[in-house]
């Protein structure tokens, strides 16, 4: 089992649609969640963060984690074209041997057609 | 502006040889990263530095290597037990506590030929 896993793609929606990506992670002592965007050939840029339970919304993403169920997700909503690209999710831990590197699922490449 | 330099972009290897990959930043953080990244993979993690003159191996450590002799610095050597080096090499850095983002740089591609 892998340590993130996201849920495999590739992901179409139509513009204007909401587009729903999850993750979840096995380490129960994880502390720091992220969602990251990445463009062909690009490197990775944040978007959006998470620390505790329940939702956080910035714009048109909201963010989602429920640590009971060790899940987190990412909805864009009003998606547009130009939210087409991979989006991975990382997962940090603070204490021990996890403290401070992350570690990242495969990646979810979202297309949105206009 | 703060940020963090990858250099080179682009960089061609030939079988046997060692090459460094650079990496700088200016954001005064302490810890810094090195990712690997195949096609259609997700990020995975080769070095990780918490402070100067300290630093674990992550996931894939075989055939790298790191030195942190400066703050600024974290410089990644693909030696040749490296047996398939081909892939996008990421630099990252944070604060070491985990509690913020990680700040990439643009990447090297390397390239075996």
């Known amino acids: 089992q892998k340590e993130v896993e996201q849920n495999s793609g590739p992901l179409s929606v139509p513009e204007g649609a909401i587009a729903s990506l999850n993750c979840t992670y096995s380490d129960r002592g994880s502390q720091s969640f992220f969602w990251y965007r990445q463009y062909s050939g690009k490197s990775p840029e944040l978007i959006m963060f998470i620390y505790s339970n329940g939702d956080k919304e910035d714009g048109r993403f909201?963010?989602?984690?429920?640590?009971?169920?060790?899940?987190?997700?990412?909805?864009i909503r009003d998606s547009q074209p130009s939210d087409s690209a991979t989006y991975l999710c990382a997962v940090r831990g603070v204490f021990?041997?996890?403290?401070?590197?992350?570690?990242?699922g495969d990646g979810t490449t979202l297309t949105v057609k206009p | 502006d703060g940020g963090i330099t990858q250099?080179?972009?682009?960089?061609?290897?030939?079988?046997?040889q060692n090459v460094t990959l650079s990496c700088?930043?200016?954001?005064?953080?302490?810890?810094?990263?090195?990712?690997?990244?195949?096609?259609?993979?997700?990020?995975?993690?080769?070095?990780?530095?918490?402070?100067?003159?300290?630093?674990?191996?992550?996931?894939i450590a075989e055939g790298y290597s790191v030195s942190r002799e400066k703050k600024e610095s974290f410089p990644l050597t693909v030696t040749s037990a490296q047996k398939n080096p081909t892939a996008f090499y990421l630099c990252a850095s944070s604060t070491p506590t985990g509690s913020t983002e990680a700040f990439f740089g643009q990447g090297t591609r390397l390239t075996v030929v």
């Open chain 1, 62 to 75: 909201t963010a989602q984690l429920n640590k009971a169920s060790q899940y987190v997700s990412l909805l």
């Open chain 1, 96 to 104: 021990n041997t996890n403290a401070g590197k992350s570690t990242f």
């Open chain 2, 7 to 16: 250099s080179p972009k682009y960089l061609f290897r030939k079988e046997g």
């Open chain 2, 24 to 59: 700088e930043q200016n954001l005064n953080h302490d810890a810094m990263y090195w990712y690997r990244q195949d096609p259609g993979q997700g990020l995975r993690l080769i070095y990780y530095s918490q402070i100067v003159n300290d630093f674990q191996k992550g996931d």
